[in-house]
């Protein structure tokens, strides 16, 4: 069974910076795609970046384009979520989560994410 641990939550000021990790255990690491999702207050979550296994492709949600990037390091079965330039906006709790395979499903829908760690906090101030 996959097992999802998210750390890096804080709080940081507007136009600030954060680095999520993910760290994975428990399964193949290598041949699955890991996406990080958030959840504001009274909102739903979003998919926001998704990094494939062995090709390394990635997607973004359009809300995060151009600020965040995403990146994994095999070697420490670890998915990394670099956030920039930070808005009250993204405020919320951080989620990592893995579908059944290496490839990224939509990020538009939570089911195809099998698996899925507690979550981080991320809170930025105006």
């Known amino acids: 069974q996959l097992q999802l641990v998210e750390s890096g939550g804080g709080l940081v000021q507007s136009g600030g910076s954060l680095r999520l990790s993910c760290s994975v255990s428990?399964?193949?690491?290598?041949?699955?795609?890991i996406a990080w999702f958030r959840q504001g207050s009274g909102k739903e979550r979003e998919g926001i970046a998704c990094?494939?296994?062995?090709?390394?492709?990635?997607r973004f949600g359009d809300s995060v384009k151009g600020r965040f990037t995403i990146s994994r390091d095999d070697a420490k079965n670890t998915v990394y979520l670099q956030m920039n330039s930070l808005e009250p906006e993204d405020t919320g709790i951080y989620f990592c989560?893995?579908?059944?395979?290496?490839?990224?499903?939509?990020?538009?829908?939570?089911?195809?994410?099998?698996?899925w760690g507690q979550g981080t906090q991320v809170t930025v101030s105006s």
């Open positions: 428990g399964g193949d690491f290598n041949n699955r795609a």
């Open positions: 989560a893995a579908p059944p395979g290496p490839r990224c499903a939509t990020l538009l829908l939570t089911w195809p994410y099998r698996s």
């Open positions: 990094i494939a296994a062995s090709t390394g492709d990635t």
